[in-house]
């Protein structure tokens, strides 16, 4: 059974730094890449970041130089360093597991809410 399970939100000012982590199990975690999305109330679900197989990464315009994406594979474990966080931040962050290999599969988080506010 595949468990993909966030950590890290919280409440932070304007300005500041958060870091969640997605732990995963029950999948060949080297063989997924991993995304990140958020979705605010009333919005649409939002890309975030990709972190690719081999460590490279992709990001979503509204985050591009704030936001980075990483991953350990020995800790089956995505990351995402957020800094100088706006308002416009808040949302619940999700992350999933994908691959595209022979068909396609992926696996959701249960999210994390995320606030930033003064």
């Known amino acids: 059974q595949v468990q993909l399970v966030e950590s890290g939100g919280g409440l932070v000012q304007p300005g500041g730094s958060l870091r969640l982590s997605c732990a995963a199990s029950g999948l060949t975690f080297r063989n997924y890449a991993m995304s990140w999305y958020r979705q605010a109330p009333g919005k649409e679900r939002e890309l975030v970041a990709t972190?690719?197989?081999?460590?490279?990464?992709n990001y979503g315009d509204s985050v591009n130089g704030r936001f980075t994406g990483s991953r350990d594979n020995a800790k089956n474990t995505v990351y995402l360093q957020m800094n100088s966080l706006k308002p416009e931040d808040t949302a619940v962050y999700y992350c999933?597991?994908?691959?595209?290999?022979?068909?396609?599969?992926?696996?959701w988080g249960q999210g994390t809410q995320v606030t930033v506010s003064s």
């Open positions: 972190i690719f197989t081999g460590g490279s990464t």
């Open positions: 999933k597991a994908w691959t595209s290999d022979s068909v396609y599969r992926d696996y």
